[in-house]
T-cell receptor, first 114, second 110 residues
Framework: EPEVTQTPSHQVTQMGQEVILRCVPISNHLYFYWYRQILGQKVEFLVSFYNNEISEKSEIFDDQFSVERPDGSNFTLKIRSTKLEDSAMYFC????????????FGQGTRLTVV | EDQVTQSPEALRLQEGESSSLNCSYTVSGLRGLFWYRQDPGKGPEFLFTLYSAGEEKEKERLKATLTKKESFLHITAPKPEDSATYLCAVPDNYGQNFVFGPGTRLSVLP
């Protein structure tokens, strides 16, 4: 069964460092997303991506964040200068249509900023 | 602002003890309601999509139902492996992404 894969599963970084989280969405999906979940809190939307551009972003997704689809398979989230409050689980998701069809999530990257 | 609430926050059941979880939403023009299961440290796993009031979907011991303002996830004769957090989500007003509820943490004791 096709699945969304994310690497790494766990990343520890020092405050102020840049991190890149990687995702391989399901191959025939067209819409890609990043969500995050701070420990014990809700899953929160960060950004959606379609046709090689951002289609929507939340208030969380400020200038420190960027996304890219560098080739036909990978989808990345970059945080330029990490802060302690960026520590969270980051989930990549994809679906074949917009938000009114089910999205499939990866297993997440646990980012710990120290 | 879109709101999704879930109750109860946590639920402990004995194996075989059936119950229901609630998801209430306030969005204009519902474009679907989605149930996910999340195990600790893992990503949400898709369970069901419901699009219209009166619709029902079933999968093993789980049945999801939808009314105009809320959805229920009924768990019949649960087993310990059903222990997880159950999330519901709705598309936002732009239909671009999901707004998630806080989840119900279900524990099924043997």
């Amino acid at each position: 069964e096709p699945e969304v894969t994310q690497t790494p599963s766990h990343q520890v970084t020092q405050m102020g460092q840049e991190v890149i989280l990687r995702c391989v969405p399901i191959s025939n999906h067209l819409y890609f997303y990043w969500y995050r979940q701070i420990l014990g809190q809700k899953v929160e939307f960060l950004v959606s991506f379609y046709n090689n551009e951002i289609s929507e972003k939340s208030e969380i997704f400020d200038d420190q964040f960027s996304v890219e689809r560098p080739d036909g398979s990978n989808f990345t989230l970059k945080i330029r200068s990490t802060k302690l409050e960026d520590s969270a689980m980051y989930f990549c998701a994809s679906n074949r249509d917009r938000g009114n069809t089910e999205a499939f999530f990866g297993q997440g990257t646990r980012l710990t900023v120290v | 602002e879109d709101q999704v609430t879930q109750s109860p926050e946590a639920l402990r059941l004995q194996e075989g003890e059936s119950s229901s979880l609630n998801c209430s939403y306030t969005v204009s023009g519902l474009r679907g309601l989605f149930w996910y299961r999340q195990d600790p440290g893992k990503g949400p796993e898709f369970l069901f999509t419901l699009y219209s009031a009166g619709e029902e979907k079933e999968k093993e011991r789980l049945k999801a139902t939808l009314t105009k303002k809320e959805s229920f996830l009924h768990i019949t004769a649960p087993k310990p492996e059903d222990s997880a957090t159950y999330l519901c989500a709705v598309p936002d007003n732009y239909g671009q992404n999901f707004v998630f509820g806080p989840g119900t943490r279900l524990s099924v004791l043997p």
